[in-house]
């Protein structure tokens, strides 16, 4: 009896602590019943849907008046196709050019889905890790196949750098190895960890407003106080939000340039 | 009698180029000021400035985490103790440092 008293009285604070629960807005649900062999289709996958289509609007409706004084939307679509250009020709080279589609589509999907995750209400898919490693894969995985397809064995001078006693070769061909391996890692975490903790930060300081207000006076006389960091947050997460997407693509620039220029 | 007057010259040319110098200096930080805009340029430096901080973090326990777990993979698969996930977390923190190391020298090269 009073364990189950007991679970009541935890059930209903959890029920309120819920709208104050920094983490739920994380939590992946299935939209619909009815699943797709073992896959759902999820919030996380409808805000993937929201995002590839508003990036595929940007660029098809921009870049359709083909004005000679462009709209908002081309200058827009425009800014972006040059900054990333210029990101990739600036750390691969004129040959780099080749993987121009592929780092427009990781920079363009990272900083709309970012973006995007700001608004209220909705959800930020790269702040899922499996997302931002999914994709860091995929980069890793295209260093590889490339720089094999391209170099043959002579990609592995990669791990071998010159210049090196034989007596260290060993340890410091591992670490190559391990440094290697280590940036699938490193480039999803970091993505993903500025994701999750700026949108925490965020939520902490809205229940901050919220449970000063109900607080007693003198606290709700302050809770202007966090509702003004939330002001400031929001345009510092924005700035966070490019930076994290520019940051994704130069780093697959660089690693995309050891599969071109192995060895150096 | 040419001599000091060669001397008085020279120190009277060598104030006048350390003035210019130093309006010069003056007027250019005034301009890159002015082309920063004040606070903006302050957030989005702090912005780099942390989003630099947070890459070296991340190469580094990156590396550490890939060496401690290739090490506990290793042990797993060969059964060799507990050897294998010490001397791979030595590695992995060699490698961290050594990422960490590559992004200082190429960050301050550029």
């Not at chain 1, 990101?87 to 589509?105: D, L």
Request: overall charge neutral; charged content about 10%; some cysteine.
């Amino acid at each position: 009896m009073a364990r189950d008293a007991r679970t009541q009285e935890d059930l209903t604070v959890a029920a309120s602590e819920q709208a104050n629960d920094p983490i739920h807005q994380f939590i992946v649900t299935p939209l619909m019943s009815d699943h797709i062999g073992p896959a759902s289709f999820t919030n996380a996958s409808l805000f993937m849907v929201i995002v590839s289509l508003a990036v595929t609007f940007l660029m098809v409706i921009g870049t359709s008046s083909k004005a000679v004084v462009p709209g908002r939307l081309q200058v827009a679509a425009e800014m972006a196709y040059e900054f990333v250009a210029s990101t990739v020709r600036g750390s691969m080279g004129n040959e780099g050019m080749r993987f121009f589609p592929f780092v427009f589509s990781l920079f363009m999907f990272v900083v709309f889905s970012n973006l995007i995750g700001l608004i209220p209400y909705t959800f930020t898919v790269t702040s899922q890790i499996v997302v931002t490693f999914a994709f860091a894969a995929l980069v890793i995985g295209a260093v590889i196949i490339y720089g094999v397809m391209r170099h043959g064995s002579h990609f592995l001078h990669l791990f071998v750098p010159s210049g090196v006693p034989a007596l260290l070769m060993p340890f410091i061909v591992l670490i190559e190895i391990i440094s290697f391996v280590s940036r699938p890692v490193s480039l999803s975490v970091r993505l993903f960890a500025n994701m999750l903790a700026g949108h925490i930060t965020l939520k902490v300081f809205g229940a901050f407003v919220v449970m000063m207000l109900g607080g007693g006076a003198f606290a709700a006389l302050l809770s202007p106080l966090p509702l003004i960091a939330i002001v400031l947050l929001t345009a510092f997460e924005l700035l966070v939000a490019v930076l994290q997407a520019y940051v994704f693509a130069i780093l697959t620039c660089v690693y995309l340039n050891d599969a071109i220029h192995p060895g150096h | 009698m040419t001599k000091p007057n060669d001397d008085q010259e020279d120190r009277n040319l060598k104030a006048r180029l350390d003035a210019l110098s130093n309006e010069l200096k003056v007027k250019q930080s005034d301009l890159q000021g002015a082309e920063q805009g004040g606070k903006d340029a302050h957030v989005t430096r702090t912005g780099q400035a942390m989003s630099l901080g947070f890459r070296v973090l991340a190469e580094f326990v990156a590396g550490v985490i890939v060496g401690g777990f290739l090490g506990w993979q290793i042990d797993l698969w060969l059964g060799t103790g507990p050897f294998g996930l010490i001397v791979f977390l030595a590695l992995g923190t060699a490698a961290g440092f050594w990422n960490v190391y590559k992004l200082a020298a190429t960050t301050t090269s550029r």
